[in-house]
Each structure stands twice: as C-alpha cells, then as structure tokens.
C-alpha cells in the first residue's frame, strides 16, 4: 500500500456513514475480531448463513471456521461454553437467536457467569457477551417476541444492555466486548432494519451505564430503551405540535443505568413517563420510578406514569397492538401533564 | 459390583496384562478386594509408589474425619464426605498436570483437590469462610476454587460445569495448547439436561475434555436406580460419540492406569472421553441428612461397601506384597493428620472473618454507582450500630 492510498484509506475511515442498526452489530463485531484475536464468535447458524437476522453475515468467511462457527442446538452448551472460554481466557460473543429461547441457557447465565467473580473470590472471571435479538413488533407469537431483560437485571453481576440506535448499537457491543464483566446484549429486532443513523468512521465506545438524552426538553421526562425509542419520538413529535417541551431519555444500559441523568431530568421537568414493551409486573420501569420518587420526590407535579406490555404471554395476531405506540404513550404523557 | 475373580495361585507375573478397552460390562480391575493383584500390576505400582499413593488416600480419609468433628463441634456449617471415595479422586488427579490442565469440579472433590496439591489452610480457610479464604467467605463451605492449580470455582447447582468445562476445552483447542479440561460429577449430575447438552457439544466439537462420572450410586437420597434406567453411566458416552470407560473407582491402580490411558487418549486430539469410576459413599451426602441409614439406605449396605474400602485394598496390596503398613505406622500417620489439620485450623480461625466492607467487591470488575451507594449505605449502618 502507498503512502498516498493509505492517507486515501485513512480519510476514508475518518468518513460518518449512515448505517442500519444490525450493520452497526455486524460492524462492531467484525472490528473487535480484527482488533483482538481472542474473540470468537459461534452460535446456531452464525456461520456460513450469519445467523437468522444476517448479524454476523460474512464474518465466517473473513475469520474462518475456527472464530466463527456453529453449535448444535443448545442454548445451554452455548452460553455454558461461552463461561468456560472466557474462564480460559478467551472473548466469547455467543447468539442465542432469539430471546425467547434463553430457558435453556438460564442457569448457566445466572449461577455461572453471573457469579463467577464473586464466588471465587476474583480468582476467576467469565468476560463474554451475549447477543440476542428481543422485543415484538415482526409478527413473532410469544417464543419470538418477549422482552425478558428484567430476569437479567435482577441478577448481581451482570451487565444488561439494550441500544436503539446504529451509534450505540456499535459503540455499546464494542465496550461489551472489551469489557471484564458478562454482559447481556440485548438486540431490539425490530429495529434492525429501521433504525437508521450515523455512526463515525473511527473505532469509539459507548460506555455502558450512560443514558442519553435524545432531545431536550422542560414539561415532561419521556423515559425509554431499546424498541419503543422511535414510538417515544413521534410521542413526543405530537406534543411539541401542542405546545409541550418533552425530554426524552434513552436508558440504553440497564445494569448498570444512569440514575442521576434520569433523576437530574425529572428534578427539572417534574413529570416522568416511563416506557417498555416487557409485561408491568417486575418490569425494569419499576426500579427506575422507585428511584424517580426516592431522589426527585419533592419535584414532582404529578404520579409517575408507566405504559408497559401487558401482562399476558406475547400474542401473534394482536401484536401490533399489544406494544405500547405511540398513542398510548401520549396518552399517558397527556394525562401525568394534566394532573 | 460381582466381587472379583480370585486365583492366587498362579505367581502375580503370570497374569495377563488388561488391555484398557472402553464399553465393559464389568468395571476394570487390577487389584480384587482383598488386596490380591488379578492382573501384572505395571512397573511404576512399586512398594514405594503404593504407599505414597496410600499414604495420600489416607490423609484425605483422616481430614474427612477431623473436618465432621469440626462441624460438630459447630466451627463449621457444612461438609460433603469424600470417604470411600479417595480411590477414585486421587486415582484422577495422576492423570491431570497441576496447574496446567484445568478442572471444574463438583461440590465433593476436595479429595481431588488435595492430591493436586491445593494446600490444606486453603480447603480449610474455605469451609471456615477466615479471612484466609481465597474465595474471600463468598461461598459456603466446600465450594472452593483454587487458581494456582487451575481448579475452577464449584457450583452447587447440578452438572452447570459440564458445559463450560466443555468451553474450556474448546478455547484450549482453539489456542493450540496441549492442556485438557478435566470435568467431574456425580451419578445424580447425569439425569440434568446441561449434563446431556455439554456431553454432545464435547462430542460435536471433538472438545479435549475427560469426563469423570464419580458414580457413587446415591444422589442423596435417590439411588443409581432411581436415577437412571440406563445399565450403568459409561455407556451413555456412546451415544455423544466419544469412548466410555468403566471402571473399578475403590481400586486406585484401576483408576490411575484407566483414567491417564483416557487422559492421553484425549491429549491426542481425539476428543472427549467418559470414564464412570464406580465407587461407594460411605457417609451421608452432607451433614444435612447424616441419619442417611435411617431413611434410604441400609445398613447392610453400607457394611458391604466398608469391605471394599480402598485404602484397606491397599494396604491388603502392600501386605501382599511383602510390604506392609505397621499398625504403628498407620496410627502415627493418622495422628500426623490430626495435628495437621488441628494447627491449620487454629492458623485459619486466627485469620478471623473477612470483612464486610468486601461484600460488594467482585461482583463486577468495577463497582458500579449502585454498589458504592449500598456499600456507603451499610457502613453507615454499621459504624452506627458501633457508636
């Protein structure tokens, strides 16, 4: 390579692009493979096909068979494989296709990864990430929709994270990676595709525990993460057209999360509504209005509004309408400023 | 376990030698359970080598025995026996390079963990939970890790290390090393699903991995029987497309020749191996069920299995051999045993507890915001209570 094509690469490099949010995790991981040979990346179907939403597209016939591979059906041998790797030494990033199908995979993420830390006494730790897909919105029934991160969140020593955006997505999978903690990297699938933004042509990392506050605001806190972000957005478009200056959080880390920025926001606007898709009962939202009222009591002008999945099993047919859009997020919003 | 065949009449030399052949109907053996050699012990079981191996097996018998004083005299909260077992799990650790191998291990291998070397202050600070514990009084007794000697931290839950063992083989394959992972378990750990999936991804992913079923045929209170309708344990590897062996687990020699004939044939790159060492435990499971004979087993039972204890089977060898252990001998080496673990313990209690200040630490690599704030939240609490 000349000296002129590598400056040329280089510029190039330097250049923001517009990308789709699982380009942003196809990316974060490709980069993470080049930059650290311990990171390996194996699943069902991630190989030769890149997995059942194309997320690891391509990476097998990059880095070969050995980083990249498919196991059999297993989501505990997935995850349970992942602890033992990373116990080893290596950078496991496992997939679990699809949330849902975690059951499995459950005892070996809280009773191994999550504890290994702290139950050796910091003789060992289980440094890996795993990725999976979330949330509804595509048509999936109860096995390809639910939002289970609050099982997640409940457990010690696990990191929990949900972006929204391609930046994030890319930024937070890096920082997941590198990081020395298990993280849960939860992928809200149907923003795959429709979330769109600039991510730069520079390696970066978001960190995880950050909020960030996607638009400024002064009546009302509209507080979210992961698939709802965008139905945030147009709930908060329709009460600027009213006159209302809404602030909208995206929480993007849930273990651990960004309590002060939350409670900084709703000390200023007075109001808070909180959004996810999960069922109410033990929803994260729930942990985040307990801390609202703990430290910003004194600031509100009225209850903490909560719109939530409902609390039934994911339905197929109904599912458009089991989310909460943006209708009820209004709503909600109308009724905490009408208090 | 049909008792085995006896003919001491023929001269030990002119014995066949085993072949170690994986899937036996009967478990193989080298030494019957009184003490007579079936087939030409190999050249390295010298009268010297035995005793040492013996003299290994019964250190852990006597810790076995002082540590149940300790718990009744209620310094301790909980303890697993390994008694009956010692055959079995020092019979392993020959086949396993301290420190370069790995090992997870199940909640009943301190005996293994004694013979690779991990020092006795540290089992012993551990079931204390002393600041001396190098899994700083996280766990409750028994569940030790020890780094040194790469033994990873136990689980309580059932079979969840066999998929990470199997992880572990994984990334040794992966960065070319000639180390395996070594994977123990009971006879109980073979009904769980994670037993089943780490066994077939072993399998699939030609994983350098040796499966070690300690099969002591009670899952506290539920039998081999109950457990399994399977004939026995070790047959089960065929079905994972990897090789079973069963094996004597009272007889030490059976073991070590089987379990380091496994060991190698895995350190050759031809994937993960089973072997089902059947052995006995003669106490309870833990302290929590010690009238264990009072309610599922009997007796008798535990009588016939007194009759083929392995470190009797040794010391029967040693006397066969012209070598036998003086009475005398064995008292002083039990005494030894119980002042050792005597002044362990006082060394370890001297330690006092861990503080409580190191509650929130290692939970993750960084203390989060959260954790600083219930950490200040209790000492306040703490320092309160002192004022």
Known sequence: MTATQERQDMKAASEPRTINLITAVTEALHEEMERDSRVVLFGQDVGARGGVFMATAGLQATFGKERVFDTPLSEASIVGAAVGMAVRGLRPVAEIQFADYMGPGFDQIISQAAKMRYRSGGQYSAPLVIRTPSGGGVKGGHHHSQSPESYYTHTPGLKVVMPSTPYDAKGLLKAAIRGEDPVIFFEPKRLYRASKGEVPGHDYTVKIGEAAVRREGSDLSLIGYGGVMPDLERAADALETEGVSVEVIDLRSLVPWDRELVVDSVQKTGRAVLVSEAPRISNFMGEVAYAIQDAAFDSLLAPIGQVAGFDIPYPYVQDKIYLPGPNRITAACVQALNY | ?387
Request: glycine share 6%; net charge negative.
């Open chain 2, 1 to 387: 376990m049909t008792p085995a065949q006896i003919n001491p009449t023929p001269p030990v030399e002119a014995l066949p030698t085993p072949e170690i052949q994986p899937f036996t109907a009967e478990p193989i053996r080298y030494v019957a359970e009184d003490g007579l050699p079936i087939h030409t012990l190999p050249a390295a079981y010298t009268p010297e080598r035995l005793r040492e191996l013996h003299g290994v097996m019964l250190r852990a018998r006597e810790f076995d025995r002082k540590l149940i004083t300790l718990l009744r005299q209620g310094r301790t909260t909980f303890y697993a026996q390994s008694s009956g077992m010692e055959a079995t799990q020092v019979g392993l650790a020959h086949s396993i390079r301290p420190g370069h191998d790995w090992v997870w291990p199940y909640y009943r291998d301190h005996t293994l963990a004694l013979a690779l070397g991990v020092p006795m202050f540290e089992l012993i600070s551990q079931v204390l939970g002393s600041n001396s514990d190098p899994s700083r009084g996280r766990q409750m007794p028994h569940h030790f890790a020890a780094r040194k000697q790469h033994f990873v931290s136990i689980s309580s839950s059932i079979a969840n290390q066999v998929p990470p063992a199997t992880g572990t083989a994984m990334a040794q394959k992966y960065l070319g090393t000639d180390e395996i992972t070594v994977c123990t378990f009971g006879d109980g750990a073979t009904s769980e699903g994670d037993w089943h999936a780490g066994m077939n991804m072993a399998g699939a992913m030609a994983a350098p991995c040796l499966f070690v079923c300690e099969n002591n045929q009670w899952a506290i209170s539920t039998n081999l029987r109950g457990q399994t309708a399977s004939e026995n344990i070790h047959i089960k590897a065929k079905a994972y497309g990897m090789p079973g062996f069963y094996v004597d687990g009272n007889d030490i020699v059976a073991v070590m020749e089987v379990c380091t004939h496994a060991a190698e044939w895995v350190r050759a790159g031809n994937g993960p191996a089973l072997v089902e060492c059947l052995t006995y435990r003669v106490g309870s499971h833990s302290n929590a069920d010690a009238d264990a004979e009072k309610h599922y087993r009997t007796r008798e039972e535990v009588q016939e299995w007194l009759g083929r204890d392995p470190v009797v089977r040794v010391e029967k060898l040693l006397e066969h051999l012209g070598h036998p252990i003086e009475s005398r001998e064995r008292a002083d080496m039990i005494a030894a045993v119980h002042r050792d673990v005597d002044e362990q313990v006082i060394r370890a209690e001297a330690t006092g507890q861990p503080d409580w200040r190191i509650m929130f630490e290692d939970v993750y690599s960084d203390m989060p915001a959260h954790l600083r704030e219930e950490a200040a939240m209790l000492r306040a609490e703490q320092e309160g209570e002192r004022k």
